[in-house]
């Protein structure tokens, strides 16, 4: 393999070789003798195997594979040939995601095997409008290789505040067709199905789950809709990332099938309904609170990327779903800090049976 360095700055200070990568930090490293700096320099100079290294430094190939071994726990090298997917216009639009990809490449784990993954995905979307309508730019903007969008709405002129995947001359049309539309003018590589249908339970979505990878967005109209999507992807052992809005507060959450707890185990712990309590005030009022929908603009992108954020994570791997099992709610009263609040749990859930 040929190794590169990352792009970063060094500088040796008596015993010790401050290194730059990510500005958030300076990597403090041991080097007495030089040898990790003259390492550096050689492996920024052209990529280069292990052993032209050894023989170019004057050391045993061991101790550079280790010392390369050492780098790579610390993210500052990777593979010089899978940098790019050797395709000069994929390359140039997939350009900010190779990048993006770089910072956590490792020697065994290539900048565009993150690629791929996202390349080989399938995400059935639930809703193109509020949070849908930037999720769907955020999924087609990664890459994603197939999706499938789901909504039974036209446009209308109140959904331009916050549904920026939609023009004037687009009024009256089926959104779905549209937003379909939209990711084959903006990415034709991307493969996208438009499904105009009412969803009335899980046994409606069954057929649209089958074989993909993820779902994301979130169904509304019914209040417990969000059940439905819940029993309907356990069921199929696939990943949900469900966003949306309350009067002041921007939540998501996802649901990792057989890892985390699922929608129904948070359900299932409800107040009671016939409870003096303001839980069961709440619970008895829940399905008749009637409020218009106050998401705007901003709020709604900052939804559709985080859901899009968290399908990357299942997805790629990049990291663990930070939303698996929880609500992260941002407080608009609270600057938007983000706060975790995971579900309930039930051991005998009648849906995932208590992951
Ligand atoms: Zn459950």
Not at 194 to 217: E, T
Not at 236 to 259: E, F, N, W
Not at 269 to 281: K, P, T, V, Y
């Amino acid at each position: 393999m040929r190794i590169v360095l990352k792009e970063c700055l060094w500088e040796s200070m008596g015993d010790e070789l401050l290194v730059l990568f990510d500005p958030r930090e300076v990597i403090t490293l041991g080097d007495p003798d030089g040898r990790v700096a003259a390492l550096l320099t050689e492996l920024s100079r052209a990529p280069q195997t292990a052993k032209s290294l050894a023989r170019t430094l004057s050391v045993p190939e061991e101790d550079v594979t280790e010392a390369l071994a050492a780098l790579d726990s610390l993210g500052l090298v990777e593979d010089a040939d899978s940098r790019t997917l050797g395709d000069p216009a994929m390359d140039a639009r997939h350009f900010s995601n190779l990048a993006f990809f770089g910072t956590f490449a490792r020697l065994d784990r290539p900048r565009t095997e993150y690629l791929r993954r996202l390349r080989e995905a399938h995400v059935l979307v639930l809703g193109v409008g509020g949070g849908g309508s930037s999720l769907v730019q955020s999924l087609a903007g990664l890459g994603i290789g197939t999706l499938t969008l789901v909504d039974r709405d036209d446009v209308e002129p109140r959904n331009f505040a916050r549904q920026f995947l939609y023009r004037h001359s687009d009024l009256g049309r089926s959104k779905v067709e549209r937003a379909a539309e939209w990711v084959r003018e903006y990415d034709p590589t991307i493969s996208v199905r438009a499904v105009d249908r009412w969803i009335n339970g899980p046994d409606d979505l069954k057929d649209l789950i089958d074989g993909v990878d993820l779902v994301a967005g979130g169904l509304d109209g019914d209040p417990e809709a969000h059940l439905w999507v819940n029993e309907a992807a356990a069921r199929a052992g696939v990943p949900i990332v469900v966003g949306g809005m309350t009067r002041t507060q921007v939540m998501y959450y996802s649901v990792d099938p057989g890892k985390s707890a699922c929608v129904q185990c948070d359900w299932e712990n409800r107040a009671d309904l016939g409870e003096e309590s303001a839980g069961g005030f709440f619970e008895r009022n829940r399905a008749g609170i009637t409020v218009t929908n106050t998401l705007i603009g901003p709020l709604a992108m900052q939804i559709g990327s985080l859901v899009a954020y968290e399908a990357l994570r299942y997805l790629t791997g990049l990291e663990p779903p930070v939303a698996a099992g929880a609500y992260i709610k941002l407080d608009l009263r609270d600057g938007l800090q983000p706060e975790r609040q995971p579900f309930a749990t039930t051991p005998d859930c009648p849906v995932c049976g208590g992951s």
